[in-house]
């Protein structure tokens, strides 16, 4: 079956670095997507990646081993305004998404 | 530039009733994707349109249909309504390979069937 596992909630501090997993057994892999969901309001796009390594955007960057199926989202220099659940969602075959249950990051000052 | 836009924000309904939903796709998408998102949990996928037919289907019942119309707009109805259908429903659009492109969201129809 197809599967997509994420923590359920992280702890971190401000103006620390957070990393959050992400791991995924699907059919068919047309790349991995992030997305932050704020509670109440719609997911906004962070980060995609279909290639191994490293994607840099400004305070986040996102991880992928295709091998592996695995990825991670890092944040760092943490702000109050990033609580928020963080979505991976992976794109198979017939162009469907597939989300996991999302992680849940608090932030304390 | 609008973007993904959602009616109505709320509806209250009861069990047995109909719902349509609706959902107008960013300005250049011609994709649109419908979610069913329950309180502390993803998006599940419910369908994808593309050039007015139904592309591809997620896991959720007959009861489920929907639409697009030339414009590229899009309706969710949902039939015989059950008190597990209270969710979020999101509506998500973009081009036409979804496989590799964001997918830009509504910000949701909260439904709660009492």
């Known amino acids: 079956g197809q599967n997509i596992d994420q923590p359920t909630e992280m702890t971190a501090t401000e103006g620390a670095i957070v990393q959050i997993n992400c791991t995924y057994q699907t059919s068919g892999f047309n790349g991995l997507f992030w997305y932050q969901q704020h509670a109440g309001e719609a997911p906004t796009f962070l980060s995609y990646n279909v290639l191994d390594g490293l994607e840099e955007k400004g305070r986040f960057s996102s991880f992928l081993s295709r091998s592996k199926g695995y990825s991670y989202l890092l944040l760092k220099e943490l702000q109050m305004k990033d609580s928020a659940s963080y979505l991976c969602a992976v794109s198979g075959s017939n162009y469907q998404l597939i989300w996991g249950a999302g992680t849940k990051l608090i932030i304390k000052p | 530039d609008a973007g993904v836009t959602q009616s109505p924000t709320h509806l209250i309904k009861t069990r047995g009733q109909q719902v349509t939903l609706r959902c107008s796709p960013k300005s250049g998408h011609d994709t649109v994707s419908w979610y069913q998102q329950a309180l502390g949990q993803g998006p599940q996928f419910i369908f994808q349109?593309?050039?007015?037919?139904?592309?591809q289907r997620g896991n959720f019942p007959d009861r489920f249909s929907g639409h697009q119309f030339p414009n590229y707009s899009s309706e969710l109805n949902v039939n015989a309504l059950l008190l597990g259908d209270s969710a979020l429903y999101l509506c998500?659009?973009?081009?036409?390979?979804?496989?590799?492109?964001?997918?830009?969201f509504g910000d949701g129809t909260r439904l709660s069937i009492l």
């Open positions: 349109y593309y050039e007015e037919e139904e592309r």
């Open positions: 998500a659009s973009s081009g036409p390979d979804s496989s590799n492109q964001p997918q830009h």
